[in-house]
């Protein structure tokens, strides 16, 4: 039990950790002042939400090992995320479609999980919720707004729904952490959500007439270690400082 | 016998009511006219298991840089009273609403020229608008500029009848 809660704990922080930490990257270079402050206070949700994972998860864990610690000294094989977390933000229109792909699940995973019968990941649920709701509608009257624009807007947003679209089917698997802690009461079944996802989806493509893109190949992996090349960058990035200067603080 | 149990409970814990005090003087850093008992940050001052004070705060967003400092500035208001060691405990549950913003706390945001949330937390639509009055002349002709302002509880706005952009303080 303590295994499977501390994994399933793990990949919640992990994705929210890399994708907070990808958003952070716009800072300074996002394509106008107003979307710079925006891209920054949704990583830093995202980093506040990883950080109370990351503490719960060293606790359940019980090796004295704390957030910093989770964030900072392991390696990208042990990293739990999902892969859509981790890909590059290539242009705006890609860092919003994957924002969109991503809280439009997260939303609603989120709200189920106020349910757990595990109180900590309840409790962080019921303020994740909120916040996932604003991002959730940031990205998707971006990624309208990018479809129903100019032809450039139109044509890398469209780009952007096909590159990353592959990476969505990895939200909705189960393996044996999952089932066992659906079975529990703790984790939320990914398969519930699918039909709020695909609405909200379906939602935004409307408005912003965009052909939904057809379900192929899906890449999956992240959950159990197996990384694209874009994450051991980030660790980099991100992990220097305590690699270098091991417990540095300031 | 039993009138001297109910004068025992009746007894006032003075150095826990100064440190209520204390801490619900401290103020937002981002919105210096706002204390945190204005916003609904502090939650409870009490005695922990171990007889030490114990301050409960909430954060308002999961990674509002904010809150060390507030925690900071509630241990050392509470030891100016004169109150050693006091235990910070941030709790998530039940999670911060703006619907725990006191009606003074909303009056005096206004004031200092943040629009207040408007309508109840629960309540919110997710790809709706809502109209929201300038805090600077009243209109409700505004229009928001982006989702997300200066800090993560806020977001950007602008009057269209006086023109001055404003922050809004979203309801969530």
């Known amino acids: 039990m303590t295994q499977v809660l501390f994994d399933y704990t793990l990949r919640?922080?992990?994705?929210?950790?890399?994708?907070?930490?990808?958003?952070?990257?716009?800072?300074?270079?996002?394509?106008?002042?107003?979307?710079?402050?925006?891209?920054?206070?949704?990583?830093?949700?995202?980093?506040?939400?990883?950080?109370?994972?990351?503490?719960?998860?060293?606790?359940?864990?019980?090796r004295g090992r704390d957030e910093d610690a989770l964030a900072y000294l392991r390696d990208a094989n042990e990293f739990r995320n999902i892969l859509l977390a981790e890909q590059p933000n290539g242009d705006f229109a890609v860092t919003m479609v994957r924002q969109l792909l991503f809280s439009a699940y997260m939303h609603p995973f989120w709200f189920e999980m106020c349910r757990s019968t595990d109180e900590t990941l309840a409790a962080i649920a019921a303020k994740s919720e909120k916040e996932l709701a604003y991002h959730l509608r940031h990205s998707g009257e971006w990624v309208i707004r990018l479809g129903d624009g100019t032809d450039e807007s139109r044509r890398r947003v469209?780009?952007?729904?096909?590159?990353?679209?592959?990476?969505?089917?990895?939200?909705?698997?189960?393996?044996?952490?999952?089932?066992a802690l659906i079975a529990q009461g703790v984790a939320v079944d990914p398969l519930t959500l699918k039909e709020t996802w695909d609405e909200t989806l379906d939602h935004v493509f409307e408005k912003a007439g965009l052909a939904r893109p057809d379900?192929?190949?899906?890449?999956?992996?992240?959950r159990s270690g197996r990384h694209t090349e874009h994450l051991g960058f980030i660790l980099a990035d991100m992990q220097f400082l305590q690699r270098t200067y091991p417990g540095a603080t300031w | 016998?039993?009138?001297?149990?109910?004068?025992?409970?009746?007894?006032?814990?003075?150095?826990?009511?100064?440190?209520?005090?204390?801490?619900?003087?401290?103020?937002?850093?981002?919105?210096?006219?706002?204390?945190?008992?204005?916003?609904?940050?502090?939650?409870?001052?009490?005695?922990?298991?171990?007889?030490?004070?114990?301050?409960?705060?909430?954060?308002?967003?999961?990674g509002c840089p904010?809150?060390?400092?507030?925690?900071?500035?509630?241990e050392m208001a509470v030891e100016r009273a004169g109150i050693e060691n006091p235990r910070i405990v941030t709790v998530l549950s039940p999670a911060w609403t703006t619907d725990w913003m006191s009606e003074p706390g909303r009056a005096k945001l206004e004031k200092y020229g943040i629009a207040?949330?408007?309508?109840?937390?629960?309540?919110?639509?997710?790809?709706?608008?809502?109209?929201?009055?300038?805090?600077?002349?009243?209109?409700?002709?505004?229009?928001?500029?982006?989702?997300?302002?200066?800090?993560?509880?806020?977001?950007l706005y602008r009057c269209l009848a006086c023109r001055e952009p404003f922050d809004y303080f979203k309801c969530i």
């Open chain 2, 116 to 155: 207040p949330p408007v309508g109840k937390a629960s309540r919110r639509a997710l790809f709706g608008e809502v109209a929201v009055s300038c805090p600077k002349c009243g209109s409700e002709q505004t229009e928001r500029i982006s989702e997300f302002g200066s800090t993560a509880c806020k977001a």
């Open chain 2, 66 to 74: 904010a809150m060390n400092l507030i925690a900071l500035e509630i």
């Open chain 1, 215 to 222: 379900d192929g190949w899906m890449q999956s992996g992240g």
């Open chain 1, 158 to 179: 469209i780009d952007a729904l096909a590159a990353l679209w592959p990476f969505t089917g990895e939200m909705f698997e189960t393996d044996p952490v999952d089932t």
């Open chain 1, 12 to 62: 919640l922080a992990d994705t929210s950790l890399i994708l907070g930490h990808r958003l952070s990257e716009w800072c300074g270079h996002a394509p106008m002042l107003e979307e710079d402050i925006a891209l920054a206070n949704l990583g830093l949700d995202l980093i506040g939400q990883a950080r109370s994972l990351y503490t719960y998860a060293g606790e359940v864990e019980g």
């Open chain 2, 1 to 62: 016998m039993s009138a001297m149990i109910g004068e025992e409970q009746s007894v006032i814990d003075l150095e826990l009511q100064r440190a209520r005090i204390a801490a619900a003087s401290v103020v937002d850093p981002e919105i210096p006219v706002l204390t945190i008992e204005d916003l609904g940050v502090l939650r409870e001052v009490r005695r922990g298991p171990d007889d030490a004070v114990e301050v409960v705060i909430t954060p308002t967003y999961s």
